[in-house]
């Protein structure tokens, strides 16, 4: 990943993304800055619903991401690479979009593609992502450990 013409495809939001300054929140505000963050609208209104029921408190982080992540209803074939069938058409929607990258915490089902490379698509953990972020010299990445 080089330059702004790269996309990253952000699969799943963990909390701590919504709440200002968290570790999290930097690294996707550093990317949001750097390349083009994208996400399907099925997970996106997941993860609004998750936050409203278990931490509305953080809230006003929807609207500063809403305004920074692309919602695209791309659609493919999704390949066989192990992962449950509901996560398929997240798959398939990342892969239909041509982002360079699958940002991922979800260790439980695609923590066996992380550091692998599919159709041009390769998978990576925030931690993965946040040190190559950091060798490329791009700003906004704090100290905080992933």
Known sequence: MSNADENVFECEFHFSVWQLHSPSWH??????KNAT???HPAVWDEAKRNLLLKRSV???GLDYWRER???SMAIGPCPDVGLPSKEDPILAAV??????RLLTGDLKHFGHLYGRTLQGL???SP???SEEIVKLGWTGVGESSF
């Open 69 to 71: 992540i692309i919602q």
């Open 37 to 39: 963050l994208i996400t």
């Open 58 to 60: 953080w809230s006003a």
């Open 95 to 100: 892969i239909a979009s041509k982002a360079d």
């Open 122 to 124: 390769l998978f990576v």
């Open 127 to 129: 931690r993965l992502l």
């Open 27 to 32: 690294l996707l505000d550093c990317l949001s």
